[in-house]
């Protein structure tokens, strides 16, 4: 039989224990052979490790190629600046690296916080004397002493229990506290037995005599950080795309390589030469600048959402949020408030709320109030805090609300208990003793004769009490934990039985109630395509009443699955159930909200989860990005979350998937801005090497564009706003490509092309001003060579000033997009122009990349390039829009994906 199964003496004894505790003779026996009540560390991969990962990534690879090819360059042909290349992309290595493990560092502290949540003494019974011991050193068959306000070091059976109600939100995510007795319970889920503590939980009322029967990492507790510990979280969705971006950019620079190497070996180079320049192509098509403006981008906008109250702790969970199709909510402390309201009464034979009861609610429901104010057992701390149960504390507020602040000493107590199912005290009044009582109705009624209405006391009939039970029907269906109100004035000497004879004063109805903004986050999650599915460890009716409050469930009969019938499904049964335009997950478990979880990311979805107790710490590191409460929420869930909520609002992660979103389609603007500067820089290498002109560009002045001049603005574009219409729009697909055949059209087939045309032209331009001849050499440091590479870059710098303002939008036209709004975009291409400025016209620019000071008519002839660049832009997005628009409304990946699984 189970432990729970047993009564105390039989549980005690298959411990080999006894009332008196353990022996001293036995404590060093069996921590050897149980070991310490803590939770294992499992083994991490070194630091070092972990910080040489950053630079062996695909992409850092690459990167190390382009180096290593550089050098080797630099190696065969010196003084081509190839070594300055090499040492500059070694940097951007450096930098990258050492950044994304700063951001690494703060990863999983997870089991240290779950330590946190257990208590460093205790009280046990050894030897037959209470003593206090460090919680490390419990074993099984120690018998625990605990009070309300202690925390439960490991899981126990109770012993003896008096008016014992315990808080198990952190295991169970239940949101009320549970009576709990010795009695031998008959249910067979250990954590549902009414005679269990588990380790984590705490007690909120009464005192309790316990046995412990499973320390450290063999409690469920332990279990919760075990399953914490073997999570494995995969790929987030942007490090897939970055990993395929990867590939696309090494792929493009070996073929282009190696046509250009081709090409050279056709036309008669000689070997070395036209290796050479097939490098100078590879490297050239390696943008060295994407990494850290994807890092960089990532973490501004981190930043963002931070001043939106929410928190991000791995970069780049940012873009995941972007393409969320599911969001699996807990219903305490994320949809609700956490706390207990009164939010329904049924007095005089009718409803009403607690604002409804006007200014004579003292004289004609004196003796209800007076009931919610007295009868508790609620401690005050501090001169004003109460500590107790959380239902106690709301009925004490309604009081106080209404104007009842009585304080009449309290003279005797019927306590709770789980059979009884009420609670009754008494107290000396000025009007005479009184007995007060609150309990659930179907005990608290049989003991009432009489009925308060309309300031009235009437016998209580057959017809009134049916009257009640409809009353307390009608509540519950609303999901309010109803309690019944009596009381009874007692004469100077109490009777045998003083819960005799009872007033009935009222029902009263409590809830936790919704937070105020979460109805309009839902809503704006519907219209954007996001499902939200409420999965919790509370009741089914009082999951579903607060779905419909806050606009979750609208329809009459939504899908409810319990954690029991969860556990009669197979995988591919949960994953046909989620289909369920609406449904909600009510009594599950924490291991059951992580199969939730893994069976929606079957289905194909980027599921987001949300959470605050311990119970969710798996499925929060579990799902592609885990959002945990940053006021409520535990250390466990902070810590295992990839998002946290600064204000603990559900209307916080609406503004967070905006952002997401944006992230996306700014890492394609910035995309398209450094691509397009990709043509201009490898056209230069096939005319040297098919029309035998001068190198239009050298490998420094192509470095002064990736690493320098387009460096800033593209950042800027990376922390563009979200666009107005972000959250109409279903969330895009996770298979969609960062990199698709749009994309490469516009950036290489015309803005690169077109960039292209303007740099040749100047180039050829100061050529034919200064006379020279078609298949004329120039040497290197002839200063008619030197200026007209100084022009070909300049037309460069210039066409991507126009070009950063064509990227804003892919679409709409310069005269709907707002210009100026972007002060980082300003700010880069003032800097831009400073930069060309000292690379041309100072001294030390012209010694390092090679150039020579132009004359006012160059930049003259460059800006109607610029202008045509923005008018055959104009032209092409005024096409695209009027013949091949892009699709305004798709079906929501949600409903899409869902009938393919």
């Not at 050897?32 to 560390?41: A, I, M």
């Not at 007076?370 to 009081?399: I, Y």
Request: proline share 5%; aromatic share 6%; net charge neutral.
């Amino acid at each position: 039989m189970k432990i729970h199964h047993l009564t105390p003496e039989e549980a005690l004894d298959s411990l080999g224990s006894g009332p008196n505790g353990l022996a001293d003779t036995t404590i060093e026996g069996r921590l050897r052979e149980f070991g310490f009540n803590r939770l294992e560390e499992t083994r991490k991969k070194s630091q070092w490790l972990l910080f040489a990962g950053e630079f062996l990534h695909f992409f850092a690879l690459i990167l190390w190629l382009a180096a290593g090819l550089a050098f080797f360059a630099e190696s065969q042909q010196p003084g081509e600046g190839m070594a300055t290349l090499g040492y500059a992309i070694l940097g951007v290595i450096a930098i990258n690296g050492c950044f994304s493990f700063w951001q690494r560092v703060q990863a999983e502290q997870a089991i240290a916080a779950l330590r946190k949540l257990l208590p460093n003494q205790v009280k046990v019974v050894r030897d037959g004397a209470l003593c206090r011991i460090l919680a490390d050193e419990l074993v099984p068959g120690d018998v625990l002493v605990l009070q309300e306000g202690d925390n439960v070091p490991a899981d126990c059976r109770l012993l003896e229990a008096f008016n014992l109600r315990v808080n198990n939100s952190t295991i169970t995510g239940e949101s009320l506290p549970k009576g709990r007795d010795a009695l031998p319970s008959a249910a067979e889920d250990l954590a549902q037995s009414r005679n269990i503590l588990l380790a984590g939980t705490s007690v909120v009322a009464g005192e309790a005599k316990a046995v412990v029967f499973a320390t450290g990492m063999h409690t469920e507790f332990g279990k919760i950080a075990h399953t914490l510990k073997t999570t494995i979280k995969g790929q987030s969705p942007l490090q897939r795309q970055i990993a395929r971006l990867s590939r696309f950019v090494a792929l493009l620079a070996l073929l282009l390589g190696a046509a250009f190497f081709l090409i050279g070996q056709a036309i008669g180079l000689s070997f070395w030469e036209n290796f050479m320049f097939a490098i100078g192509i590879i490297v050239a098509n390696v943008p060295e600048g994407l990494l850290p403006t994807v890092t960089l981008a990532l973490a501004m906008a981190t930043q963002r959402m931070a001043k939106r109250n929410a928190l991000i702790r791995n970069l780049p969970s940012v873009e995941t949020l972007g393409s969320t199709t599911v969001i699996c909510t807990d219903k305490t402390g994320t949809l609700t408030q956490n706390r207990m309201a009164v939010k329904q009464l049924f007095l005089d034979n009718r409803h009403c709320r607690p604002d409804e009861l006007g200014r004579d609610s003292l004289r004609h429901h004196a003796e209800l109030l007076a009931c919610a104010a007295l009868c508790h057992d609620l401690k005050r701390v501090e001169g004003q805090h109460l500590l107790g149960d959380p239902m106690e504390v709301a009925l004490v507020n309604l009081a106080h609300d209404q104007g009842m602040r009585v304080a009449y000493p309290k003279i005797g107590e019927v306590p709770f208990d789980t059979d009884r199912k009420r609670m009754s005290t008494l107290h000396d009044t000025p009007a005479g003793k009184r007995l007060y009582c609150k309990g659930a109705l179907e005990m608290v009624l049989p003991l009432c004769s009489q009925i308060a209405v309309a300031d009235q006391i009437l016998p209580l009939d057959d017809a009134g009490r049916r009257t009640l039970q409809d009353a307390l029907q009608t509540m519950a269906d609303q999901g309010l934990r109803v309690l019944a109100l009596a009381h009874r004035p007692l004469a100077d000497s109490v009777g045998a039985d003083p819960e005799a004879a009872l007033i009935f004063s009222g029902l009263v109805g409590l809830e936790d109630p919704p937070r105020p903004e979460v109805a309009d986050a839902i809503t704006q999650c519907r219209i954007a395509g996001i499902k939200v599915i409420m999965v919790t460890g509370d009741h089914p009716h009082t999951a579903v009443a607060i779905a419909r409050q806050i606009g979750l469930v609208q329809s009459d009969h939504p899908k409810v699955i319990t954690g029991d019938r969860l556990k009669k499904l197979t995988p591919s049964q949960l994953q046909l159930a989620l289909d369920a335009p609406e449904i909600v997950f009510a009594r599950v478990g924490a291991d059951q909200k992580m199969h939730i979880v893994e069976a929606l990311q079957r289905k194909r979805q980027v599921v987001a989860v949300t959470g605050d107790g311990v119970n969710d710490a798996p499925a929060l590191k579990k799902a592609d990005i885990g959002i945990a409460m940053g006021l409520a929420g535990t250390d466990v869930a902070k810590e295992a979350a990839d998002m946290i909520l600064l204000d603990d609002n559900f209307a916080s992660i609406v503004a967070a998937i905006e952002e997401g979103r944006a992230v996306f389609d700014n890492i394609r603007k910035f995309l398209t801005y450094i691509l397009t500067s990709n043509v201009p820089e490898v056209i230069p290498y096939l005319a040297f090497v098919l029309f035998k002109i001068p190198l239009p560009l050298t490998i420094l002045q192509i470095l002064a564009v990736d690493l320098g001049t387009d460096m800033l603005p593209a950042l800027g574009l990376g922390v563009e706003k979200p666009d107005a219409a972000a959250m109409r729009k279903p969330p895009r697909s996770s298979q969609e490509s960062l990199i698709d055949w749009r994309l490469l059209a516009r950036a290489y087939g015309f803005l690169g092309l077109l960039e292209a045309a303007a740099a040749m032209a100047a180039f050829f331009f100061v050529l034919n001003a200064a006379g020279w001849d078609y298949g004329a050499s120039l040497p290197r440091h002839d200063p008619l060579y030197l200026r007209a590479t100084t022009a070909y870059l300049t037309a460069i710098i210039v066409m991507q000033i126009a070009n950063v303002f064509l990227c804003k939008q892919r679409q709409r036209g310069l005269l709907a997009t707002p210009l100026l709004d972007n002060r980082l975009i300003l700010a880069g291409v003032a800097v831009e122009i400073a930069l060309i400025l000292a690379i041309v016209y100072t001294p030390w620019g012209n010694l390092l990349f090679g150039t020579a000071p132009l004359g006012h008519e160059v930049w003259l002839f460059t800006l109607p390039f610029a202008l045509s660049l923005l008018i055959c832009e104009e032209l092409r997005k005024w096409l695209v829009r009027r013949f091949a628009p892009f699709p305004r409304h798709v079906k929501s990946p949600v409903l899409r994906r869902s009938r393919r699984c």
